[in-house]
């Protein structure tokens, strides 16, 4: 009988090396850590961002050296701005919009097969992406956001879906009608977050949960994962599509300018 010939799975060195630009990765003994970044800076968020994430988590979970996963950006925000240049050119078709926004979340929960703890270390754009981790902890400075609608556009790519799912219909609805900003210790008693940690101690934090998951047996941890993640697959499942078509529609429709980059200077206001 002869040895099967398996395809080869991605290698380490080789993925950390394809989105250098985009996300500085760190592993050792099975725990990957995933930084974004932009020009080694706070995240400038446009559609190549999107890209490399939602390729970043093929490889990720198709490699079975990682045993579990660390997601954080870079100082001090989680997502810095949005690249207006390219938002404004941005062709909204199939490919640049639809398929870019739903991959990035769904590949996120179906691609990703170890458990996944966010360290959301500043304010910023898309936390859906941490709030759709296992363990999410965050530093005292996070503020937790969506103005989309403040500027004219349907909250469709995420973070609508995730408030609804974790602080309830009204919490949500009243957050994203007025662009409510959600300070750390709101998230927290909101089941947001599950840890308010000081921004110089949350890395370290977040190694000490992974130290206590990774006591137990790859299998026991894996499929830990399958039931935690499971009511996001349904939600996903469910609803995201449709998120995304309503927000492709009423782009098309009102032709808001996607400038998130106003929202920005509130983050520092004294009324959050």
Not at 217 to 243: E, G, S, Y
Request: contains cysteine; aromatic residues 10%.
């Amino acid at each position: 009988m002869s040895t099967p010939k398996f395809v080869a799975r991605p290698q380490f060195e080789d993925y950390k090396e394809k989105y250098k630009d985009y996300i500085a990765m760190e592993r050792k003994d099975g725990i990957i850590m995933l930084r974004m970044h932009t020009l080694g800076g706070p995240v400038i968020w446009g559609i190549e961002m999107h890209n490399a994430l939602s390729q970043a988590w093929h490889d990720v979970g198709n490699d079975p050296e990682n045993d579990l996963m660390i997601l954080t950006s870079t100082d001090p925000y989680w997502i810095g701005c949005m690249d207006e240049e390219e938002e404004k050119n941005l062709p909204f078709d199939y490919d640049n919009f639809y398929c870019e926004v739903t991959k990035l979340l769904e590949n996120l929960i179906f691609d990703i097969d170890i458990p996944t703890i966010a360290a959301v270390n500043g304010p910023g754009f898309h936390t859906e992406i941490a709030l759709l981790c296992d363990i999410t902890i965050c530093c005292d400075e996070a503020i937790f956001q969506d103005g989309h609608f403040l500027i004219g556009f349907v909250p469709g790519d995420g973070q609508l879906l995730t408030l609804q799912e974790i602080i309830g219909t009204k919490r949500a609805n009243y957050a994203l009608y007025t662009g409510q900003k959600i300070d750390a210790y709101t998230a927290l008693e909101w089941g947001m977050v599950n840890e308010v940690v000081p921004r110089e101690k949350l890395l370290d934090r977040a190694y000490e949960l992974a130290a206590i998951i990774m006591k137990q047996p790859r299998a026991t941890r894996c499929m830990m994962h399958q039931l935690l993640k499971r009511p996001w697959k349904q939600r996903l499942i469910n609803d995201f599509q449709v998120h995304v078509a309503h927000e492709g529609f009423g782009i098309h429709v009102s032709r808001s300018p996607h400038n998130l980059n106003s929202i920005k200077k509130t983050w520092s206001d004294d009324d959050s």
